[in-house]
């Protein structure tokens, strides 16, 4: 079976610097995908970035970028220029090909003004 | 992107009844729909996938009887707690997948319902 893990429930940044928040997975699967969600207050699940497993290039996505390295499934989630918007818990994901998500415990970022 | 809904966002019931939780895809049809569960400062854990027109394949450890499904239409799926306590007091997520061979089945979430049983 398939697990994501997040090793940091909670981190910080001040705004206008960069984190990282950290993701790894298990899986003996080699067509899959992997998702960083956000959610705010609101409890509304927002996709933040997506990465197909057979893709070697990171995804981008304006100032939320990845590092996908398949070999150590590993895949973590940069935010650069934080913004307080940016505040929320971020929930690593990963999905096989027709399968259902699964999440990681999630990380709690707070962005100091 | 496309849309997913609840209804209701916030639901309150006695001990004892049964409520009913609606997950709609607004602009696409939905095969297959999830259902998850969110405990405070939690992750979401998946309770159930819902099929169109078959029996929701639950996953293990959620009793079937209590957590009702029915995916009745393409575009509808509902979760029924029934004999609710407050231990089933939470917050449940849905989830809509597109059809096959459209952006190789993406899913969408819709804005959760909070449920509270006193």
């Known amino acids: 079976a398939q697990t994501v893990t997040q090793s940091q429930p909670e981190m910080s940044v001040q705004e206008a610097e960069t984190v990282t928040l950290s993701c790894t997975y298990d899986?003996?699967?080699?067509?899959?995908?992997l998702f960083w969600y956000k959610q705010p207050p609101s409890r509304q699940m927002i996709l933040v970035i997506r990465?197909?497993?057979?893709?070697?290039q990171n995804a981008t996505e304006n100032r939320f970028s990845v590092n996908f390295q398949k070999a150590a499934k590993s895949f973590s989630l940069k935010i650069s220029d934080s913004q307080l918007g940016d505040a929320a818990m971020y929930f690593c994901?990963?999905?096989?090909?027709?399968?259902?998500?699964?999440f990681g415990p999630g990380t709690s970022l707070s962005v100091i003004p | 992107g496309a849309v997913v809904s609840q209804h209701p966002s916030r639901v309150i019931c006695k001990s004892g009844t049964s409520v009913k939780i609606e997950c709609r895809s607004l602009?696409?049809?939905?095969?297959?729909m999830f259902w998850y569960r969110q405990f405070p400062k939690k992750s979401l854990m998946l309770m159930a996938t819902?099929?169109?027109?078959?029996?929701?394949?639950?996953e293990q450890g959620v009793e079937k009887d209590k957590f009702l499904i029915n995916h009745a239409s393409l575009t509808l799926s509902t979760l029924t707690v029934t004999s609710a306590h407050p231990e089933d007091s939470s917050f449940y997520i849905c989830?809509?997948?597109?059809?096959?061979?459209?952006?190789?089945?993406?899913?969408?979430f819709g804005p959760g319902t909070r449920l509270t049983v006193t």
């Open positions: 994901a990963y999905r096989s090909q027709y399968d259902k998500v699964i």
């Open positions: 990465q197909e497993a057979y893709k070697q």
């Open positions: 819902s099929n169109e027109g078959s029996k929701a394949t639950y």
């Open positions: 989830s809509a997948r597109l059809p096959a061979g459209l952006a190789r089945y993406e899913q969408y």
């Open positions: 602009d696409f049809q939905a095969t297959t």
């Open positions: 899986t003996s699967e080699s067509d899959y995908y």
